[in-house]
């Protein structure tokens, strides 16, 4: 197999784009994140142009970045033939909105992506619900406040509304000259969220669902049980048989069956621990995040640390582990 190993990865806020097979491209494009520099989009080479895995969010510098990354892999955007977007996370469906103007291409998307809408059309609504949320888990007044004043300052990550032109569920194909890629529902990190997998060369398009340095995520609050929503999803990747990763995130991989027993491995123990925590007695989620993960909720890591603490709970409430306690705010026993 040619040259499937990145070089190092270098310091962040540089777009870049790199070659990973004949007519695969990585397109590494800078995030404004605390610890997440930069997120990856794929070109597959598809005719006279290419389709388009994820797009890299909307900021005031985010077109130049794409347009700069293709560029170095000899792509212009306008030749973009079609949009795939794994999941309805800003960082990789942010500028579909843009693309699609410009080289007016399709998008396709899993119809799951309520969430995202609702932020494009009432962003105010989705922070109180999420301010809210926080309240209910026993986060201090105080700091909810300063999360309120450091939201107002921060622009949405989406270029515009996104109606996708077709929905990607199970089965769907899409062709390129690498061959045929199918489509698998993987939810859990988010309800929208897809692999897109190809058969003869058993590449895997993994979203955020498997990431090269494994990082755990779930939405909260759209879908029944998200961490089992996850385990069942790395068990549909499981049975592809995937011999190269193209995540979201950071570098190609190839040791997939690692990665996916890791993950398993790594939710675990964080069930565990959250099992441990509200044993001894009865706590919010606020309180159980310092348990867990050894470290405070802060601006930066509030909404990420709660949600996957709540999504923790949600599962071990339903296998019947523990249970809720209604009132304001609730608390969580074994
Ligand atoms: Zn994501
Ligand atoms: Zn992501």
């Given at each position: 197999m040619p040259d499937v190993v990145s070089k190092r990865e270098s310091k962040p806020a540089h777009p870049r784009g790199e070659r990973v097979l004949p007519g695969l491209y990585r397109l590494r494009l800078p995030l404004p994140w605390p610890g997440v520099p930069h997120c990856n989009a794929w070109a597959v080479q598809s005719g006279d142009g290419f389709v388009l895995f994820d797009t890299g969010m909307h900021d005031g510098e985010s077109l130049s970045h794409l347009q700069r990354a293709l560029e170095m892999c000899n792509l212009r955007l306008e030749q973009a033939r079609l949009v795939v977007c794994t999941h309805a996370h800003t960082d990789?469906?942010?500028?579909?909105?843009?693309?699609?103007?410009?080289?007016?291409?399709?998008?396709?998307?899993?119809p799951n992506h309520e969430h995202l809408n609702r932020m494009i059309e009432d962003p105010d609504a989705v922070f109180e619900r999420r301010i809210e949320v926080a309240r209910q888990s026993g986060v201090p007044e105080e700091p909810l406040r300063r999360y309120a004043a450091e939201r107002s300052n921060r622009g949405s990550g989406i270029a515009g509304p996104i109606e996708p032109d077709r929905d990607l569920v199970a089965g769907v194909s899409i062709m390129t000259d690498l061959g045929e890629w199918t489509v698998c529902e993987t939810p859990g990190h988010a309800p929208s969220h897809v692999c897109v997998f190809q058969p003869e060369r058993r590449l895997l398009i993994s979203g955020d669902h498997l990431l090269g340095r494994i990082s755990l995520y779930f939405d909260y609050g759209y879908s029944p049980d998200p961490v089992g929503e996850f385990l069942n999803s790395l068990d549909t990747v499981e049975r592809l048989g995937a011999r190269l990763c193209l995540a979201g995130h950071g570098r190609t991989f190839t040791d997939v069956h690692a990665h996916i027993r890791g993950n398993r491995e790594l939710v675990a123990e964080r069930l565990e621990r959250v099992l441990g925590a509200v044993g001894e007695q009865p706590l919010t989620a606020f309180e159980i995040v310092p348990r867990v993960y050894g470290t405070s909720l802060s601006q930066q890591n509030a909404h990420w640390l709660l949600s996957k603490i709540l999504c923790y709970l949600t599962h071990l409430q339903a296998l019947g582990k523990v249970s809720r306690i209604a009132g304001e705010p609730e608390r969580w026993t074994a």
């Open positions: 990789h469906c942010g500028q579909v909105a843009t693309i699609v103007e410009r080289a007016g291409c399709e998008v396709w998307m899993h």
